[in-house]
C-alpha cells in the first residue's frame, strides 16, 4: 500500500507573509518540506533570508522578498516580481499581522487604530485580491488567512486586534464564495495562544497566562509548529472540498 499524495505540494508557489518568525517560519518550513517552492516574506529582508537559507540548508526551495503588507506600493511590487519570476501562485498564506496597542478600548490611539486596520483588513484583502488574479489566471489556487480565535472572541485590551481578525474571518467567506467559480479555496486559520514573539505580552506575563490556560482545556500554551500542519492541510489537495472554514486550532479554548 502506497503512502499517501495528498498533501504533496511539489510544484507549487507559496507565498508566506510574515514568514521571518513564529508561525509564519513553521509554516513556510513546512510547506517547503512537503515541496513547495516557498517565497518568504515579511517586512525586512534579513530574517526572510534567513528562513530562507535555513530552508534551502535543508534541501527545499525558497526565495526571500521583503513586503510591508501596511504598504499598497509595496504590495503591487511583489505581485509584479511574483509574476515576472515565477509567472505563477499557488499558495498564499496571510500572515503577517500588527497588534501595536495593548489597553483599554476608550484609550486606543487613533494612530494604532489606522495601523491595525491598515495591516490586518487592508493588507490581508488586497494581498488576496493580487494572489487571486494570478490564480484565476493559472485555474486555480489555495489562499489561508491566519486570523485568530480573538475574530469569535475578543481578547482582553485587545479591542481593535480582534475587530480585525472578525473582520478576517468574514473576509475569508467572502472569497471563498466568490472565487470558487475560478477554482480559489479560501479558509481561515484561528490559533490560540501560541509562543510567539508576537504573543509575549500574554505568554510572558504569569498572571495573564495562568488566566488564560483555565480556559485552555489542553491547559498549555501552542508551538508554532502546531500551527502548520493545519495550513499544509488547507493548502494541499487534503482539503479539495474544503472552503470559507474557519479552522480552530486553540487547545479547545472556543469549544
Known amino acids: 500500500m502506497s503512502k499517501t499524495q495528498l498533501f504533496d505540494l511539489d510544484g507549487k508557489i507559496a507565498f ?22 516557498v517565497i518568504v516574506s515579511s517586512r525586512k529582508l534579513d530574517g526572510c533570508q534567513q528562513v530562507a537559507e535555513a530552508i534551502v540548508a535543508a534541501g527545499g ?28 501562485l499557488d499558495i498564499l498564506v496571510n500572515n503577517a499581522a500588527t497588534n501595536p496597542q495593548f489597553c ?25 485580491v493580487e ?8 485555474g486555480g489556487g489555495s489562499i489561508i488567512n491566519v486570523a485568530s480565535i480573538n475574530g469569535v472572541s475578543p481578547g482582553a485590551y485587545q479591542g481593535i ?3 480585525t481578525k472578525a473582520a478576517v474571518i468574514n473576509m475569508t467567506k467572502v ?12 479558509n481561515a486559520l484561528l ?8 504573543a509575549s505580552a500574554l505568554v510572558k506575563n504569569d498572571a495573564i497566562l495562568n488566566s488564560v490556560l483555565q480556559q485552555v482545556p489542553l491547559k498549555r500554551v501552542a508551538d508554532p509548529k502546531e500551527m502548520a500542519g493545519a495550513v499544509l492541510y488547507l ?17 479547545g479554548f472556543l469549544s
Not at 108 to 117: G, H, N, P, R
Not at 191 to 198: A, S, V
Open 104 to 128: 483599554n478600548v476608550l484609550d486606543t490611539d487613533l494612530s494604532a487604530f489606522q495601523k491595525t486596520v491598515d495591516v490586518n483588513i487592508r493588507g490581508y484583502f488586497f494581498m488576496s
Open 16 to 37: 508566506v507573509s510574515g514568514a521571518s518568525r513564529g508561525i509564519g517560519e513553521a509554516i513556510a518550513h513546512l510547506l517547503a518540506q512537503q515541496g513547495a517552492h
Open 61 to 88: 526551495k525558497a526565495t526571500a522578498i521583503a513586503c510591508h503588507i501596511g504598504e499598497m506600493d509595496q504590495i503591487g511590487a511583489v505581485f509584479a516580481r511574483i509574476q515576472e519570476e515565477f509567472g505563477r
Open 235 to 251: 493548502a494541499s489537495d487534503a482539503s479539495s472540498y474544503t472552503t470559507g472554514v474557519s479552522l480552530n486550532v486553540d487547545g
Open 191 to 198: 490559533p490560540g495562544l501560541t509562543d510567539t514573539k508576537f
Open 131 to 138: 494572489a487571486g488574479k494570478l490564480m484565476r489566471a493559472n
Open 175 to 186: 472569497f471563498a464564495k466568490e472565487c470558487a467559480q475560478f477554482g480559489i479555496r479560501c
Open 161 to 163: 486586534y480582534s475587530m
